[in-house]
């Protein structure tokens, strides 16, 4: 007798593709901190020849690396199924906001794997089969 082999959850496909929902756009540096970057000066001082770092300027996201890229999606609107006509007749449909701040992310290896899996808790699950946008 032949018996079929199942193949673990481990050796299926490694997922790239990372469709998150925060509450806000206020949650971005907190939540994705692991992508934003911070600038600092090195300043030495010219009596004692000590260096210190100074902080320049506020975090921010690096939204492209060869690692990642990140696309940052907003609000997304859909369809409530009213149509909608504007003073000169034509129609459109009406659209509505779906709650949350929605970002994509897609990892190009595996550098930033442990980064992307750690925001398992704000993946849209599941993951939509009609992405509002998609990668190019």
């Given at each position: 007798m032949i018996e079929e082999?199942?193949?673990p959850l481990e050796d299926q496909?490694?997922?790239?593709?990372?469709?998150?929902?925060?509450?806000?756009?206020?949650?971005?540096p907190t939540t994705l901190a692991a992508f934003y970057k911070q600038d600092y000066t090195t300043?030495?001082?010219p009596e004692t020849g000590e260096?210190?770092?100074?902080?320049?300027?506020?975090?921010?996201?690096v939204q492209t690396t060869a690692d990642y890229a990140i696309d940052v999606v907003g609000v997304i609107h859909k369809p409530t199924g009213v149509t909608?006509?504007?003073a000169d007749g034509s129609e459109c449909p009406e659209m509505a906001p779906l709650d949350g701040w929605h970002v994509n992310l897609r990892l190009s290896?595996?550098?930033?794997?442990?980064?992307?899996?750690?925001?398992?808790d704000y993946l849209v699950d599941p993951a939509?089969?009609?992405?509002?946008?998609?990668?190019?």
């Open positions: 082999q199942t193949t496909a490694t997922r790239t593709d990372f469709y998150l929902k925060l509450a806000s756009e206020a949650e971005m300043i030495v001082d260096e210190s770092t100074q902080v320049e300027g506020s975090p921010y996201l909608l006509t504007d290896g595996d550098n930033k794997r442990a980064d992307a899996e750690a925001l398992a939509p089969s009609t992405p509002s946008r998609v990668w190019l």
